[in-house]
């Protein structure tokens, strides 16, 4: 039974972080993804040892050590291989560059250009001449790279 509820709580925690991976960035200042799942999943298993039909204390802290433990294995997993935080975290991927927007990225990121722009005004930068580059970090924050005197 004890193997069950850990093997429950590390399958809920990793299908949780794919699901975030699959689902996107969005832009502004947010969470990080490991954050996002490790709030919310803790939370609620907190609460499902508390109420739910195993409503167990022991239940709910080897399921919190489970997914804390998970959450360090694949921390220590992203910062030993290249390859697992790519996988995990993606890119910075390019939305507007030469005064032209990459449309399919801002399609497939579910990003308008209002969005950046919106951005860009919080930088003081008034239309689309005063941009060089916009950029959608790997943690889904838009970064403004503003055209610089004389450039254009």
Request: charge should be negative.
């Amino acid at each position: 039974m004890a193997l069950f509820v850990v093997l429950r709580a590390a399958f809920g925690y990793l299908f949780l972080v794919l699901m975030v991976r699959i689902v996107g960035r969005r832009p502004g200042k947010q969470l990080t993804p490991f954050e996002f799942v490790l709030v919310f999943y803790l939370g609620g298993l907190t609460l499902t040892g508390m109420v739910g039909v195993e409503a167990s204390l022991s239940s709910a802290v080897v399921q919190i050590i489970t997914v804390a433990l998970c959450h360090y294995v694949l921390a220590e997993l992203r910062f030993r291989y290249d390859w697992v935080a790519q996988l995990l975290d993606g890119s910075p991927l390019i939305l507007l560059e030469k005064k032209q927007w990459r449309t399919k990225t801002l399609s497939k990121m579910g990003i308008q250009d209002d969005d950046v722009m919106d951005m860009a005004r919080g930088q003081g930068i008034k239309d689309l001449s005063g941009i060089k580059t916009a950029v959608l970090e790997s943690f889904g924050e838009i970064t403004i790279v503003p055209e610089e005197e004389g450039e254009e």
